[in-house]
């Protein structure tokens, strides 16, 4: 079993960062790719970023590109997810997931995702 604690959430106004980091603890062994999601009410989750402990190597959802960045330190076990530049339409829950392995593709399906946070409010206002 493989445990995740978000924190780093809160409220900006438009333009603004912030930083969310993911702690895992338990068989952190047994999980090589972390990822971050996020939610609105009525909304599917989606996905946001992902990366390989492994390797770093990093996958950005096309809304996020250029703005937010996902990193990793291994020794602590914590993945970060720098955001900046945000939106209104960043505002979300944002979610911590693992799995065992990064896919090849292009892709963040949540059903994947073996391991969750309990997910952290981000709040962006206008």
């Known amino acids: 079993q493989v445990q995740l604690v978000e924190s780093g959430g809160g409220s900006v106004q438009a333009g603004g960062s912030l930083r969310l980091s993911c702690a895992a603890s338990g068989n952190t062994g047994s999980v090589n790719c972390m990822g971050w999601f996020r939610q609105n009410p009525g909304k599917e989750r989606e996905g946001v970023a992902r990366i390989s402990r492994a390797t770093g190597r990093t996958y950005y959802a096309g809304s996020v590109q250029g703005r937010f960045t996902i990193s990793r330190d291994n020794a602590n076990n914590t993945v970060y997810l720098q955001m900046t530049s945000l939106q209104p339409e960043d505002q979300a829950i944002y979610y911590c997931?693992?799995?065992?392995?990064?896919?090849?593709?292009?892709?963040?399906?949540?059903?994947?995702?073996?391991?969750w946070g309990q997910g952290t409010q981000v709040t962006v206002s206008s």
């Open positions: 997931a693992a799995r065992p392995s990064c896919p090849l593709g292009a892709t963040m399906r949540q059903t994947t995702y073996t391991y």
